[in-house]
């Protein structure tokens, strides 16, 4: 089993950013950020794989931006411009598989993380 844990989460003001990290226990094909925010169903935000080739939520293109690190088995997100809509629990999510690892499929990765809480206030 792939263990993933989150960090860089918190509060933070509108307008501010944020670099939210995923350590992985072992090296997986596809990554991905969810996030779900209170009250509302979990949503994919953006997915990467091996080769960094990205895929994002349309609705959040350009403000957020993934990444990763094949060395340390380490994905990232970052965030800026906050909006108090972004307020939500984030979830590391990872697939060893390389079947597809577009944003449609993150919310179906096998593995996920305890997520980490961004609040975003005015």
């Known amino acids: 089993r792939v263990q993933l844990e989150e960090s860089g989460g918190g509060a933070v003001q509108v307008g501010g950013s944020l670099r939210l990290s995923c350590l992985a226990s072992?090296?997986?094909?596809?990554m991905g950020w969810l996030r779900q925010a209170p009250g509302k169903e979990r949503e994919g935000v953006a997915s990467?794989?091996?080769?960094?080739?990205?895929t994002y939520a349309d609705y959040l293109k350009g403000r957020f931006t993934i990444s990763r690190d094949l060395a340390t088995n380490t994905q990232y997100l970052e965030i800026i411009d906050l909006k108090p809509e972004d307020t939500a629990m984030y979830y590391c999510?990872?697939?060893?598989?390389?079947?597809?690892?577009?944003?449609?499929?993150?919310?179906?990765?096998?593995?996920r993380g305890q997520g980490t809480l961004v609040t975003v206030s005015s």
């Open positions: 072992e090296y997986t094909y596809c």
């Open positions: 990467i794989e091996r080769d960094g080739q990205a």
């Open positions: 999510a990872a697939d060893r598989r390389s079947l597809s690892c577009s944003i449609e499929n993150a919310g179906k990765f096998p593995y």
